[in-house]
C-alpha cells in the first residue's frame, strides 16, 4: 500500500503550519520591519534601509547589553559545567543517599525564574539580606553592599541566581552519561594499571563528552537569551546598565522606539545562529551522533 | 575496602553541605511565608513564633491569585495538550515516511530551538490576525515554540518502536489516523508522558512570553500576577513567599511523583542527541 494513506500527508502538515505562522515568519520576514520607520505614532510605515543599525551602533546601550549577555552566558556555561560534571562524578559512586541529593541538585530548575530571581533579591538584600549578615559577621566592616545599585555587583548576583538555577541540568545530562559508561571498561583500565586521572582522561572523557557538548550549547544559548532573571532583580538598571539583549528589545519596545527595538532582536537572532554553527562545527562529538 | 568507604561517607556529607546552598533558601521560602508582617521584613531561616497560615488566605482575596491561577491553568493545559499532539503527529511522519524533506525540517527545528523569541514581529503578527492578547495566541506560541524539542523526544522514542507493528496493523485494515490514534500512539505513552511534564513545567513558570502577549491583567498568569504582587506588597516578605510558594506548588508535586520523567526527558534529549 502506499506509504502517504498509511502515514497521511496532513499529519505533518498541521504542526509545521502552526510552527510556520507562530514562529518562522515573525523570525525570518517579520524582521523587515527592522528596515523600517516603524513606531506607534507613524501613520504609513516607509523603507529607511539600515537607518535604525546607524543609530543603534552608535547607541552605548548596545555595547552594554552586547557585553552583559556575552559576560552571563560565558561565566554561567563555565560553572555550570565544571560544577555538573565535579558533583556527577561524585554522585556516580554509588553511596547510599546518591538519589536523594541528585533530586535536591536539580531542585531549583523546576522553579519559575520568578521565583528564583525573587529569592536573589532576598538573599542580597542591602540591609536585611543574608549575604550581607553573613559578610558582616565573618568581620567584613560595613557589610552594606548594595548589591543591585551597580553594575558588576548586580551582574555577579544575576548570574549567581542563573548558575544556582540551572547548575543541575548539567549535574543531571553529565550523570546519565556517566551511568551509560559500561563498567567492564573502567575494570579493564584498573587491571592495567590505569589511576584515577588516567581512567577519567581516557575512558570517562570521551565517553561523556557528547553529553557535555550538548550541555555546553544549551547553557551558552541559554544563557545568551537571558532576559527574566534580570527583569525581577535589576530591571536593566540602574539606567540601563545591566540590560542583557532580551531585556534591551523589552525596553526599546516600551519606549515606543519599535523599528530600534526589531533591528536588536535581528542582531541578535544572526548573534545566536552564528554561536551555534561556530559551536557545533568545533564539537564535531555532538555532530556525528545525529 | 574500609578505605573506600571512608571516602564514600566524606564525599556523602560534603555533597549535602553543598547541597545546602539549594535547600537553606527554599526552607527560607517557606519559613516566611508563615510569619507576621513584624517577623518578616527580610528571608531568614528563623522559624516564626508562631504559624500564620492566615498568610495563605490574605494572598488568595488580595493578590488577586485565583484568577490568575486559573488563566494560568487554562494556558498551560492547553498549550502542553497542543504541542504535545501537533509534535507526536509531526515526529511519527518525519520517522515513518523518510523523505528528501526531513533535512529541512531538521534545520528548521534546529533554528527554532536556538532563535531568540521576535517580540514586536509576533505581536504585530498577531494583531493581523486579530487575536492578539487573546488565550488561543499565546497557546499558538507556545505549541510553534515548543515544537523542536518535543519533536526531538518524540522522534527519537519512535525510532525505536519496530514498523513491524505498523505493518501488521495495516494488514488488519488499519491506516491513517486509525493507524495513530489506536496502535502507535497508545505505544508513545512514556516519551508522551515525559513531553507533558515538562511541557507543563515551562510553560506554568514562564514569565517571559506573557509580558510581551497578554495586554490586560485580567488575563495574567501566575508568575505575572506574584510579579506585580512584589511591586505592590516589596516589605511583606510572608505575603509575597506565601505567593511564591502557591506557584510552585504544582510544579513541585509534579517533581515529587513524577521526577523519573522530567529527568529521564532532559536526558535522552540530551544524551541521545
Known sequence: MHLKKIYPTYFMIIPLIVFTIFFLIPSTIGYLYAFTDWNPYVEKIKFVGVENFVEIFQNKSLTTAFVNTVVIAVVKTVFVTVIGVGIALLLNRGFRTNKMLRTVYFMPAIFSALIVGLIFSGLFDTQNGVINQVLGAIGVKDAQIEWLGSRWPALTVVNAAEIWRSAGYGVVITLAALQSIPADYLEAAKMDGANGWQRFRHIILPMIMPAVNVNILFSLIYGLKMFDLILILTGGGPGHETESFGTLILSEMSRDRYSQSVSINLIFSIMLVIVAILFQKYSKKWEAKE | ?????????????????????????????????????????????????????????????????????????????????????????????????????????????????????????????????????????????????????????????????????????????????????????????????????????????????????????????????????????????????????????????????AQKYIVSGMTAGAVKG
Not at chain 2, 529541512?104 to 523569541?117: L, N, R, V, Y
Not at chain 2, 516589596?234 to 511523583?257: E, G
Open chain 2, 1 to 257: 575496602m574500609k578505605k573506600e568507604k571512608l571516602v564514600n561517607a566524606i564525599i556523602a556529607v560534603s555533597l549535602w553541605i553543598g547541597g545546602l546552598v539549594v535547600i537553606i533558601p527554599l526552607i527560607m521560602v517557606l519559613v516566611t511565608s508563615l510569619k507576621t508582617y513584624g517577623e518578616a521584613n527580610f528571608l531568614s531561616i528563623s522559624l516564626p513564633a508562631k504559624p500564620m497560615f492566615v498568610n495563605y488566605v490574605q494572598v488568595f482575596t488580595e493578590g488577586k491569585i485565583w484568577r490568575s491561577f486559573m488563566n494560568s491553568t487554562i494556558i498551560t493545559v492547553f498549550s502542553v495538550v497542543l504541542v504535545t499532539l501537533l509534535s507526536a503527529m509531526l515526529s511519527y511522519i518525519i520517522m515513518r515516511r523518510k523523505s528528501r524533506f526531513n533535512g529541512f525540517i531538521h534545520k528548521i527545528m534546529t533554528f527554532g530551538i536556538i532563535a531568540p523569541f521576535a517580540a514586536l514581529p509576533t505581536i504585530q503578527l498577531l494583531k493581523g490576525l486579530h487575536i492578539y492578547g487573546t488565550y488561543p495566541s499565546l497557546m499558538f506560541v507556545y505549541a510553534a515554540l515548543f515544537m523542536p524539542f518535543s519533536t526531538i523526544l518524540f522522534s527519537s522514542f519512535i525510532s525505536t518502536v519496530p514498523i513491524e507493528i505498523d505493518e501488521a496493523a495495516v494488514i488488519d485494515g488499519c491506516t491513517g489516523w486509525n493507524l495513530f490514534a489506536k496502535v502507535v500512539f497508545p505505544l508513545l505513552l512514556p516519551v508522551t508522558v515525559t513531553v507533558g511534564m515538562l511541557n507543563f513545567m515551562w510553560i506554568w513558570n514562564d514569565f517571559q512570553y506573557p509580558i510581551f502577549l497578554l495586554n490586560s491583567s485580567s488575563k495574567w498568569t501566575l508568575p505575572l500576577s506574584v510579579y506585580s504582587f512584589f511591586g505592590q506588597y516589596n516589605r511583606s516578605w510572608n505575603l509575597v513567599c506565601a505567593d511564591m510558594v502557591l506557584v510552585s506548588l504544582p510544579v513541585i508535586l509534579l517533581y515529587v511523583f
